[in-house]
């Protein structure tokens, strides 16, 4: 389950269509670092050398041709994070107090991100409203939200799984659980949320190239 979120709007900058020319953001999302481009980076390269998506690069860059960019040119970068980790989710304000919930993030074998959503203690859903479950949702800036309905494999425990088809997490990606009414797709407030920062790198571990 994926829904689209807005993009992050930016200041215009002025080109001709010929000659586009770099024109750096005026501040970068949370969870990205202002990367400047050395000598002989493409798009593709500092995605892959970070190990991030090149969507998320160009969703969230003011690029008039993303196959054009330039040395010294400062384009915002998400921050890589570290695989496995595990997080604690927090609960809301009107969250009951004896709730609890954490996020594992993983990669597979196959070079996939996964995020494993994990919510204890829950109470029935209908206690916030009309709702027959929850759901467990990942939002990653410019790119939308991704959601999976948590099952109880145990008893007060219920678990979700997402496998995503690109290396989209980042530190700043949000991990949220709410109620949902799984008739009408309508959704309940936040119980349990938290980003991925804790599992950043370091922004100035970039490998080498090659």
């Known amino acids: 389950m994926k829904k689209k979120i807005p993009k992050k709007q930016y200041h215009k900058c002025p080109h001709k269509p010929h000659k586009p020319k770099p024109c750096p953001p005026t501040e970068c999302p949370e969870g990205f670092f202002r990367y400047t481009v050395r000598p002989g ?4 390269f500092i995605a892959r050398r970070l190990g991030v998506d090149q ?6 860059n003011p ?7 330039f040395p010294g040119q400062v ?3 998400p ?4 695989f496995p980790c595990t997080v604690e989710l927090l609960p809301l304000p009107e969250t009951p107090p004896t709730i609890r919930g954490e996020v594992l993030v993983e990669r597979t074998v196959t070079g996939q991100h996964q995020a494993t959503i994990t919510a204890r203690n829950l109470v029935p859903p209908s206690v916030f409203g009309d709702f027959d479950a929850y759901v467990g949702e990942v939002a990653i800036e410019g790119i939308g939200v991704f ?3 948590l099952t109880e494999p145990q008893t007060n425990i219920q678990v979700g799984f997402i496998t995503f088809p690109r ?5 700043g990606a949000v991990v949220t659980v709410r109620p949902i009414n799984t008739q009408t797709a309508v959704e309940g407030p936040p119980i349990l949320q938290r980003d991925l920062s804790q599992c950043a790198r370091p922004v100035d571990f970039i490998p080498p190239k090659g």
Request: proline share 12%; hydrophobic share 55%.
């Open 55 to 60: 969507g998320l690069i160009i969703a969230n």
């Open 75 to 77: 384009l915002c970068v």
């Open 79 to 82: 921050i890589p994070i570290s």
């Open 41 to 44: 980076d493409t798009i593709f």
């Open 63 to 69: 690029l008039p041709d993303p196959s054009l960019i």
């Open 167 to 171: 290396p989209v997490l980042y530190a």
């Open 147 to 149: 959601g999976v309905v």
